[in-house]
């Protein structure tokens, strides 16, 4: 297995569990991490859902 899509698996289980950290790993602490962050805080499966489709895209 390509150690690219390695990271991309880890990534992605990352964003159903804990969808911030997700994002952060790939991303830092930029938009993409606020974005998360805090539509995690509002409702927790918008969260995993941005972060699932920001990690993909």
Do not use: H, N, S
Not at 9 to 23: H, K, N, S, Y
Not at 24 to 44: D, N, Q, R, S, V
């Amino acid at each position: 297995m390509d150690a690219e899509k390695t990271v991309d698996c880890v990534g992605i289980l990352l964003a159903v569990f804990l969808p911030p950290l997700g994002v952060f790993l790939k991303f830092g602490i930029k938009l993409e991490f606020w974005i998360c962050l805090l539509l995690t805080i509002i409702a927790y499966i918008p969260g995993i859902v941005y972060a699932v489709y920001v990690l993909l895209k």
